[in-house]
RNA sequence: GCGGGUGUAGCUCAGUCGGUUAGAGCGCCAGAUUGUGGCUCUGGAGGUCGCGCGUUCAAUUCGCGUCACUCGCCCCA
């Protein structure tokens, strides 16, 4: 093993890793697209304070998972532990919602100093939507739909479901923050430390709690629809209703709750059972109080987010590449030759290989590893006739092709086989 | 941040109850095949046995530490 090893926690992606992570993320674009997101880039830095006070100073994400340093000028950056604050702060700044609503789609890196995991890493990658400036419950509807038209396009469906709550508006979740608490302080004696300190900071967190003690707390505790207002109740009903109109299968799951501080009505997840301990492979809901807590005007949003490398591991192998077309040089004097085919060839749109020195058995056996369909021979025979041998690689047939012809017949061939 | 497991060739893994040149399969390179790949045969390259310290005449093997990966916890995508 040599000395020189990377940062723990980050990956080099290439080959077949990488082009999963490519086709995720251009199939997640494609049905984005579909549903009228445009696509946005933020940096993958911001001020801290933007983070700090997005997600709140009792989140674990702010409180030990940030990267955060100081610049040259002295001001303290973060790199994006997400980007939903990132994607708010630039609508913002960038005065971008003129006629709202406005339907971003992201991907990029994200970083959060954990513990690396299957499936989680320090930097990693996320795909996300987010809607602004829409306090409909139709935009809610939209966004999920579009999540699991994207699990779906990416053949992601094999253990997973999908779970929703609500949080209701800030009043509604206020007050089932302050019944819960009540009621979780009379059963303190059966709580685990985790969280007995959660119930300080975090009570609505002991609600997913994994230890068996609290689960026998928690399966009586108060559920938060006797919590809600009016407004919260229709809200969650209208959103309810119209996932059932898609045929949008859900199920409720009252113990399901946001970490972070700026989540309200609508909280969703899909889950699969395929990914150990991280089992959320795409989760969302509704921050209509976020704009306001980074210092920008009230502007309601929606929206979910998705680990590039939970997908990759669970989405199907990616369409395969196009297969090359190998040139192959018989004999010095055709190496200049094929060297101008190969040009013209690729200035075609053919994709093509030519080796830079060799056999040509070695260059053969090279365009067989390269999965090429098709080899084009060249040599002394071929330049005095005028024409070039086509070989078929899976058939081992060879016919001779003049020249002029070669591109028009290899794009017929990639026509068909597509 | 906490607890458990693992670390031998590019990959998947044997092996060494501490002993001299550490193996296999796959992959890679070359030859058989001086105008032709896949199959076959032959040969070859590639390892400070994750790293460091300790114990020992001797450590890849034992102990400790460390790093990485991995499973779970916390938290989260």
Redesign the pocket.
Known sequence: ?P?I?PV??THDLHGDELRRHRHVTATAAAVARCHGFDEIATPIFEFTDIFARSLGDT???VAK?MYTFEDRGGESLTLRP?NTAGVVRAVVSGGLLQSPPLKLFYAGPMF?Y????????RQ?H?IGVEVLGAAEPAADVEVVALGQQVLEQLGITRGVTLEINTLGDPESRQAYRATLVRYLEGHKARLSA?SLT?LGHNPL?ILD???EGDRAVIAEAPIIDDSLNEASRDFFAAVEEGLAELGIACTRNHKLV???DYYTHTAF?FTSTEL????????GGRYDGLSRAIGGPDMPGVGW???I??LAMLTADPPPLPRPVAVVP??AAAESAARLLAHELRRAGHRVELAYK?????R??????QNARW?V?I????LSRGSL?L?D??T?R?QAVERIALSTRLADDAAQTE
Request: zero cysteines.
């Open positions: 093993m000395d090893r723990r926690g989140s674990d994400v998972e997400e959060r954990e513990r690396p995991q299957k499936g989680r890493l990693f996320q985790d959660r967190r709690s994994k230890d946001r970490g972070l997840e150990g301990a991280q089992s959320a492979v795409l989760a987010a998705a680990g490398e939970r018989i004999g060799g056999k040509p058995g070695q053969m056996k090279r365009a067989d590893r080899a021979l040599g002394e025979d071929e041998t070989r690689l899976d081992g060879e």
